[in-house]
């Protein structure tokens, strides 16, 4: 079992900034890969960013230029950076990992932590 908390989100302004973290723990022993997703009220879960053990980012269109995702694989933890919020950024945000675990391979969106909720007012 992978266990995911994530914490940060909260209520900002629009053109505000929030810090997301999430912390990975239990039987995954090595990270190849971190993940945000978000669901908007209505909608269904979308990838926002990913970064790998190899330095490759990845970011959907909709967050390029105002979000940053990090990791920290030493403390199994992964950040989102996300700066000039608009109403559209409003959902809750799971992050997600990848990479081994002592029962096999874990993959994206194998385990998700309960979420953080963000909400952007205009």
């Known amino acids: 079992q992978v266990q995911l908390v994530e914490s940060g989100g909260g209520l900002a302004q629009a053109g505000g900034s929030l810090r997301l973290s999430c912390a990975a723990s239990?039987?995954?022993?090595?990270?190849?890969?971190m993940g945000w997703y978000r669901q908007a009220p209505g909608k269904s879960r979308e990838l926002v960013a990913t970064?790998?053990?190899?330095?490759?980012?990845y970011y959907a269109d909709s967050v390029k230029g105002r979000f940053t995702i990090s990791g920290d694989n030493a403390k199994k933890t992964v950040y989102l950076q996300m700066n000039s919020l608009a109403p559209e950024d409003t959902a809750v945000y799971y992050c997600?990992?990848?990479?081994?675990?002592?029962?096999?391979?874990?993959?994206?969106?194998?385990?998700w932590g309960q979420g953080t909720q963000v909400t952007v007012s205009s």
């Open positions: 239990g039987s995954i022993f090595r990270i190849t890969v």
């Open positions: 970064i790998n053990t190899g330095g490759s980012i």
């Open positions: 997600s990992v990848g990479g081994w675990s002592a029962v096999g391979i874990v993959r994206l969106g194998d385990y």
